[in-house]
């Protein structure tokens, strides 16, 4: 257990080290999608939607032992300050990656052969951490599609600003701050299922950042489950 103190100073915009940005999750919120939610953490806005598991048209990534799980991230143009060039480029690639490698674990997809589970995450709105919040969003819709799962991952990152440790950071944080540690955990076995780390960490202050995104990922998780029963309690 890492000693945090409790007098530090208050962010920018008056969080504490250790708290969230205010968030909202919602399950079931697509009619013609299988499994869809809508996410919102801070300015983020995200919506992950879920097709499948449905015989695949694209051959090459298909399995005979079991069903795979594809990923498309997109930012829409209008979601950032500046514009963004619609279509996919390197960084919207590797996140399609990495968020399918965070949540393939947590699936059962063996019951699936030869089939696939298509997820699409379109970020409306972008204000940091988007990777962690498209995974948390994507989790829950998986959920709302009835894919089996062994747990429902959550997202949240940690990073260092003006040289504290300090938990999920805005855009403004994350474009001035020194580092950036998003991480992604099945919270029921503990698993780390996605853990990046860019700029300068001491081997402490990575141990905190660590520490702090995993207690983040625990608050996400609890929201996630609430956006579930919620959906399901109005059927
Ligand atoms: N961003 C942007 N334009 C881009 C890509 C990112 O303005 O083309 C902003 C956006 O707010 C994003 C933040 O920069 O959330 C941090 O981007 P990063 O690549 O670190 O990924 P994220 O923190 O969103 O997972």
Do not use: H, W
């Not at 480029?89 to 590797?94: A, F, I, M, Q």
């Not at 997809?109 to 995974?135: H, N, Q």
């Not at 949240?156 to 998003?182: F, H, R, T, Y």
């Not at 860019?198 to 956006?227: H, P, R, Y």
């Amino acid at each position: 257990m890492i000693f945090i103190s409790e007098e530090r100073k208050i962010r920018a915009d008056g969080r504490a080290y250790n708290e969230l940005r205010p968030i909202k999750i919602e399950a079931g919120v697509l009619e013609r999608a299988d499994g869809s939610a809508y996410v919102e953490v801070g300015g983020n806005k995200i919506l992950a939607c879920v097709y499948g598991p449905k015989e695949s048209y694209m051959r090459r990534f298909l399995r005979p032992d079991t069903g795979v799980i594809k990923v498309r991230y997109n930012m829409a143009p209008f979601s950032v300050d500046t514009r963004k060039r619609p279509g996919p480029d390197r960084r919207s690639n590797e996140i399609s990656k990495i968020t399918a490698d965070a949540l393939c674990p947590a699936l059962m997809l063996e019951g699936f052969p030869r089939s696939m589970v298509e997820v699409s995450i379109e970020v409306i709105a972008a204000e940091g951490g988007t990777r962690c919040a498209g995974v948390t969003a994507a989790a829950v819709a998986l959920a709302d599609a009835g894919i089996p799962m062994k747990d429902i991952p959550a997202g949240c990152a940690a990073g260092k600003m003006d040289d504290e440790v300090v938990l999920d950071l805005s855009e403004i944080e994350d474009k001035n701050g020194q580092a950036d540690v998003p991480l992604v955990i099945m919270p029921r076995t503990g698993e780390i299922t996605l853990l990046q780390a860019d700029g300068n960490l001491t081997d402490e202050e990575f141990e905190e950042a660590i520490e702090l995104a995993i207690e983040g990922c625990m608050q996400v998780s609890e929201v996630q489950k609430e956006a579930l029963k919620t959906c399901y309690s109005q059927e």
